[in-house]
């Protein structure tokens, strides 16, 4: 008995081997029969593009999931003396955009279909203020933080001390005459109009040209915001 057992399993297995090779060969036919009508290259070619078709619906589905790019803040200077200004920017059309002001949410704004977007009458702290952004879909995510926007408000006028002359009329002799005084660091300064260099301490010189009998010399420091001191002096020449 256990002698016809074995003797069946073998055939068994026997005919299992069998059917899987004759599959292996028709496999085999049909693959030379369809390299024979179509040719190796164009099969390569169908496989390849498969492959194309498969990568660019992938890529598809990744560039919908992709967050929108990070937004631009434009501002039209980097210091003012006035306590709101408006706050432009370009970010990809469709989003929506968060402003934060020294890392705390400002405003909520829409990108146009244009790619570009404003923020009328934002509020400044005296002093410097520091604004970033970030751009959101309702789909897609959110952008990364914008590169930093610093806005400083200013609205003191910057300090002038004449150094020479110390007062605001004098009679001199000569008709060549240093005009010299100190300010602060990065101010613009006009002598009569004529740009004076502005050392990094604040100090400035200038050399003017006196004619006979009294000369009005006004001096005017400038900062960065907008702000003004003006001194006027009357120099007279005496030859």
């Known amino acids: 008995m256990a002698e016809f057992k074995r003797s069946r399993l073998k055939r068994e297995t026997g005919e299992e081997i069998t059917k899987k090779t004759v599959l292996l060969g028709l496999l085999t036919v049909v693959l030379f029969a369809l390299i024979m009508i179509f040719g190796l290259p164009l099969l390569v070619r169908f496989s390849i593009m498969l492959g194309d078709i498969k990568k660019g619906r992938e890529s598809e589905i990744t560039i919908k999931e992709l967050p929108p790019s990070a937004p631009r803040l434009i501002a039209p200077f980097e210091a003012t003396n006035s306590a ?36 009328e009458d934002v509020i400044l702290d005296s002093g410097v203020n520091i604004f970033t952004a970030l751009a959101r ?11 930093v926007l610093e806005i400083i408000f200013d609205d003191e006028a910057p300090e002038l001390v004449m150094i020479n002359p110390s007062e605001t009329e004098l009679t001199v002799e000569s008709d060549d005459f240093d005009v010299v ?24 010189k200038l050399k003017i040209q006196l004619s006979a009998g009294k000369n009005d010399v006004e001096v005017v420091v400038r900062d960065l915001a907008g702000n003004e001191t003006k001194k006027k002096i009357q120099i007279t020449y005496e030859f």
């Open 84 to 119: 709101s200004l408006k706050i432009n920017g370009i970010a990809e059309s469709g989003s929506q955009i968060d402003l934060l002001k020294n890392e705390v949410l400002f405003e909520t704004t829409e990108v146009d279909e244009t790619g570009e977007f404003v923020f």
């Open 137 to 147: 879909r309702e789909d897609g995510g959110t952008s990364e933080v914008s590169s």
């Open 181 to 204: 005084g100190k300010s602060e660091p990065g101010t613009s300064v006009f002598v009569n109009g004529r740009v004076a260099m502005v050392d990094d301490e604040g100090r400035f």
